[in-house]
């Protein structure tokens, strides 16, 4: 029987870290501290918008962290997972399901205690979201998987207008739509790089269930809707100019990206409007804090 892997103490903390997906979660905060200028309708505290991030960065990564030990098995058999921290061996499963609990248990009583009851209910249940309908049901199941369970990713926007009104609003819930349209043709576009993986790892993502011209198709409308709601949220949020021609601009350059995948339909399109995705929504969230402050 060949011995474990031994790893430094320094590899095994990274390997903790690289649990949470810090990229993700960096990527969901982009879209918590706009939304919180909104409700402030100005600067909020600094030390609130500290504790919101701090309590949404613990509970995306105990998130991530137990979608990891779920996904251990797929994720030896596709090259892009290949590398995770389970998959080397970096800590059992057991380890790395405990460490989740933890840090999610941090996180719900962090936000109590320093927010509100409703924003930690909220991180919460994008965290039980996330596992239990998108993890252990949709992904291994339907070819709606991203579509569904892209909800979860969408709640920071919710947490963050929580954590300054304690309550909810039409506002967040049109952000929340955007976030919610913008995951699939982000996510559809880095499967199109990565089909023959979910193929062999036997996951019905999009792209290896279907043609790349069908879900070129379904990425443009996805897009088309996305940009659409964005104009909804300057009228229901009272947005001024400055948003509004950000966010016009932006989605034109967005649909152009998802045309061209639809034009040709290939790796090499699909990976620009995957980049150009990360782009637009920091673009568009940095536009809506500059013009409440504007």
Same mark, same amino acid.
């Given at each position: 029987?060949?011995a474990?892997?031994?790893?430094?103490?320094?590899?095994?903390?990274?390997?903790?870290?690289?649990?949470?997906?810090?990229?993700?979660?960096?990527?969901?905060?982009?879209?918590?501290?706009?939304?919180?200028?909104?409700?402030?309708?100005?600067?909020?505290?600094?030390?609130l918008?500290?504790?919101?991030?701090?309590?949404?960065?613990?509970?995306?990564?105990?998130?991530?962290?137990?979608?990891m030990?779920?996904?251990?098995?797929?994720?030896?058999?596709?090259?892009? $997972?290949?590398?995770?921290?389970?998959?080397?061996?970096?800590?059992?499963?057991?380890?790395?399901?405990?460490?989740?609990?933890?840090?999610?248990?941090?996180?719900?009583?962090?936000?109590?205690?320093?927010?509100?009851?409703?924003?930690a209910?909220?991180?919460?249940s994008a965290?039980?979201?996330?596992?239990?309908?998108? $993890?252990?049901?949709l992904?291994?199941s339907?070819?709606?998987?991203?579509?569904?369970?892209?909800?979860?990713?969408?709640a920071?926007?919710?947490?963050?207008?929580?954590?300054?009104?304690?309550?909810?609003?039409?506002?967040?819930?049109?952000l929340?739509?955007?976030?919610?349209?913008?995951?699939?043709?982000?996510?559809?576009?880095?499967?199109?790089r990565?089909?023959?993986?979910?193929?062999?790892?036997?996951?019905?993502?999009?792209?290896?269930?279907?043609?790349?011209?069908?879900?070129?198709?379904?990425?443009?409308?996805?897009?088309?809707v996305?940009?659409?709601?964005?104009?909804?949220?300057?009228?229901?949020?009272?947005m001024?100019?400055?948003?509004?021609?950000?966010?016009?601009?932006?989605?034109?350059?967005?649909?152009?990206?998802?045309?061209a995948?639809?034009?040709?339909?290939?790796?090499?399109?699909?990976?620009?409007?995957?980049?150009?995705?990360?782009?637009?929504v920091t673009?568009?969230?940095?536009?809506?804090?500059?013009?409440?402050?504007?």
């Open positions: 029987m060949l474990p892997p031994s790893f430094t103490l320094r590899a095994r903390l990274a390997g903790y870290v690289a649990l949470t997906k810090p990229r993700i979660v960096e990527l969901l905060l982009v879209t918590t501290v706009p939304t919180m200028f909104v409700a402030e309708n100005g600067v909020p505290s600094i030390w918008m500290v504790a919101t991030v701090l309590g949404g960065t613990l509970a995306a990564g105990g998130a991530n962290a137990v979608n030990v779920v996904d251990r098995d797929i994720d030896s058999l596709m090259e892009r $997972t290949s590398q995770r921290p389970l998959v080397r061996g970096v800590m059992t499963p057991r380890a790395a399901m405990v460490f989740a609990v933890i840090i999610e248990t941090v996180a719900f009583a962090w936000l109590v205690a320093t927010v509100n009851l409703l924003s209910v909220l991180a919460v965290t039980l979201f996330y596992v239990f309908i998108y $993890t252990l049901w992904k291994r339907t070819t709606r998987n991203i579509v569904i369970g892209g909800a979860a990713g969408a920071p926007v919710l947490i963050g207008w929580s954590a300054v009104t304690n309550s909810l609003a039409w506002a967040p819930v049109v929340f739509l955007v976030i919610f349209y913008w995951t699939p043709p982000h996510f559809w576009a880095l499967a199109i990565y089909r023959e993986d979910y193929l062999t790892a036997g996951v019905p993502m999009l792209p290896s269930v279907v043609s790349l011209r069908a879900t070129s198709d379904r990425i443009l409308y996805y897009t088309a996305m940009v659409a709601l964005t104009v909804v949220f300057w009228l229901v949020a009272g001024g100019v400055f948003y509004l021609v950000s966010a016009l601009v932006l989605g034109a350059a967005f649909v152009a990206f998802a045309v995948v639809r034009r040709n339909p290939n790796e090499r399109t699909a990976m620009r409007l995957f980049s150009f995705s990360i782009t637009y673009l568009l969230f940095g536009a809506i804090a500059l013009d409440v402050v504007l």
